[in-house]
Nanobody, 117 residues
Framework: QVQLVESGGGLVQPGGSLRLSCAAS????????MSWYRQAPGKEREYVAS????????NYADSVKGRFTISRDNVQNTVRLQMNSLKSEDTAVYYC??????????WGQGTQVTVSS
């Protein structure tokens, strides 16, 4: 079965950094684009970043461009989100996701990121 497990969230001060990880299993990880999304209370789920199967091409939401870096390890079946220069606006639950087909999306349980002084 498909399983995605996020980790690494926590409390950090504005300007600080966090590194999120997602451990994937149950599908051919190395052949799929992986993405990060986030959801703040009272808001819609928001796209954050994605990385193609080989890791050679990445994409970022304008709100995080230049501050966040997505990467992947196709041997360990993990995807990482390095978050720098964090702002209070980055506070959200962060989810790792994959689309395996039409209407066939999978998400992890999420990890909470709180940016506060």
């Amino acid at each position: 079965q498909v399983q995605l497990v996020e980790s690494g969230g926590g409390l950090v001060q504005p300007g600080g950094s966090l590194r999120l990880s997602c451990a994937a299993s149950g599908f051919n990880f190395r052949t799929y684009t992986m993405s990060w999304y986030r959801q703040a209370p009272g808001k819609e789920r928001e796209y954050v970043a994605s990385i193609v199967s080989t890791g050679g091409v990445t994409n970022y939401a304008d709100s995080v461009k230049g501050r966040f870096t997505i990467s992947r390890d196709n041997v360990q079946n993990t995807v990482r989100l390095q978050m720098n220069s964090l702002k209070s606006e980055d506070t959200a639950v962060y989810y790792c996701g994959v689309r395996l087909g039409y209407r066939d999306d999978y998400w992890g349980q999420g990890t909470q990121v709180t940016v506060s002084s």
